[in-house]
């Protein structure tokens, strides 16, 4: 799935991707590598290196999906970490107002 | 507690997360012995043992993990009521960490009694609680955006409903608004078996995500496109979550909202027109 998906050109909100950073940090302290958020997320946030020590990495971060947080839900140590939606929402109103003064 | 109940957890023997399940299921039976417990390795091979029980009674369904067991184990069978208990979710509102231990530790059996006595106040409470009367939403006659692709179909209301990129929808009703989810939310999701609604007079902040669904397939999320305060909820989908994938934008409409600050949170939707043609290029890209 979402093969055709690129993140390089896409946009959220009328806001280049690229230029959000809404995506989980994995919190190495707590996960404990159950995989259970790369086997649920449609979209290859996440990868699996079975063979180092971080068995699991956030490898497309411009993948996830703005707002949504569906990983976090089912992780149950809380190992996942999202930025401020508030802020998010504001940088994204800030960024739409700055291109539209320079149309 | 008048209605029978019985229990369903998953018992994953495997994790400690399907330990705790089972635990559960026992602490209910011990503080309640008219509670039935059902075996889900017996309900997977033989769907007709508790079929009469499953659709009289209340089922306390207990996940341990996203792999979901006993709900999946549902999907066939009719059922009546179901309350969903998911232990990621407890874990996090008791701030709690299971831990990856063989046996459940002292401290994994006292999370699930908290948890087991949590789930008979609630039982109680909503055995209490007078029911408010559903109200059926006149929708009147409603012009849809059509498209086939493969044996799908969606449908994008024209006008009246704005959308976010997170495929929910708002319209606004003077000082209110519904709330729901669109035709490619509910698709891929497929048969949504339970809603969770939030409680009256919640408030909700723009892409807060405010009510929670299941199918087998997926846990999803409406994010709320508005803030606001939750001022009504739609009491049929407990009955028949069926709705959100029949008829999302009429009767399957979630939680309606005293709307705050609509005008200028609105420059963030997309019209019908527009929400068309990116749920189009959306699906188009995930053939
Ligand atoms: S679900 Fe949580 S614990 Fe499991 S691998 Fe992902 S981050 Fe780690
Ligand atoms: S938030 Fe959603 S899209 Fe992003 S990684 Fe988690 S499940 Fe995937």
Known sequence: MAEKYDSTTATFMGVPRKEIPWWPTIDYAKCNFCMDCDKFCPHKVFEKHEDKEKKLVVANPYNCVVFCRACMKLCEPDALIFPEKKEITALIKNIRNKSENND | ?287
Not at chain 2, 88 to 111: D, H, I, M, Q, V
């Open chain 2, 1 to 287: 507690m008048t209605k029978k109940v019985s229990v369903l957890p998953c018992c994953g023997i495997n994790k400690t997360v399907g330990l705790v399940t089972t635990e559960i299921g026992l602490k209910l039976k011990e503080i309640n012995r008219s509670i039935e417990l059902i075996s889900p390795a017996t309900l997977s091979v033989d769907q007709k043992r508790f079929q009469e029980l499953i659709l009289e009674s209340q089922v306390i369904v207990i996940d341990g993990c996203a792999t979901r067991c006993a709900t999946k184990l549902l999907e066939n069978g009719q059922y009546t009521k179901v309350k969903r208990i998911f232990i990621p979710e407890e874990s996090k509102k008791y701030e709690f960490r299971l831990g990856k231990t063989l046996r459940l530790s002292g401290e994994g059996k006292k999370f699930a009694e908290k948890i087991a006595k949590r789930i008979l106040d609630e039982l109680k409470k909503e055995a209490e609680r007078v029911k408010e009367p559903i109200v059926e939403r006149d929708f009147g006659t409603i012009d849809y955006f059509e498209v086939t692709y493969d044996k799908y179909h969606f449908r994008v209301p024209k006008a009246g409903y704005y959308f976010s990129e997170n495929d929910c929808w708002v319209k606004q009703e003077g000082e209110k608004a519904l709330l729901g989810v669109t035709d490619y939310l509910q698709n891929k999701s497929s048969d949504i078996l339970f809603v969770d609604l939030p409680e009256i007079g919640k408030e909700v902040e723009q892409f807060d995500e405010i009510v929670n669904f299941e199918s087998v397939k997926a846990l999803l999320s409406l994010i709320s496109p508005v803030s606001g305060v939750v001022s009504a909820i739609n009491g049929k989908l407990e009955e028949e979550p069926d709705l959100l994938n029949n008829d999302p934008y009429e009767q399957g409409w979630t939680i309606e909202i005293t709307l705050t600050d609509f005008d200028e949170e609105k420059e963030l939707l997309m019209d019908g027109k527009t929400y068309f043609e990116y749920m189009k290029k959306k699906i188009e890209e995930e053939l």
